[in-house]
């Protein structure tokens, strides 16, 4: 697994490659804001979940903005995920929960 990070100003985009470097499994947006980070969106090609890729991906991403805020806007059923890496809930706006990994 290979994990490229692209930066557009504040604008962070995580492509995770296959083994054969053939093509992107998993993918990831953070935009920083003032003093935090927003993760936009973290997606693992539906064929490639389960083998610990998301994991990888968000570990990169907790590293890179170690010491900040990371804060999230999830479905209900992905909580139990984030909170094995640390998330904790702190809203709820309709169908999304709001979520805080604090430094």
Not at 59 to 66: C, G
Not at 84 to 97: D, M, P, R, S
């Amino acid at each position: 697994m290979r994990i490229e990070h692209h930066e557009e100003g504040r604008l962070h985009h995580y492509e995770c490659w296959d083994d054969y470097g053939c093509s992107i499994v998993a993918s990831a947006v953070v935009l920083e804001r003032d003093g935090y980070a927003y993760l936009q969106d973290i997606n693992v090609g539906s064929s490639h979940r389960g083998n610990g890729i998301g994991t990888g991906l968000l570990n990169q991403i907790l590293a890179d903005f170690e010491g900040r805020h990371i804060i999230a806007d999830v479905f209900e059923d992905r909580i139990p995920w984030y909170k094995k890496h640390g998330f904790e809930q702190i809203g709820k706006a309709k169908q999304l929960v709001k979520i805080v990994r604090s430094p």
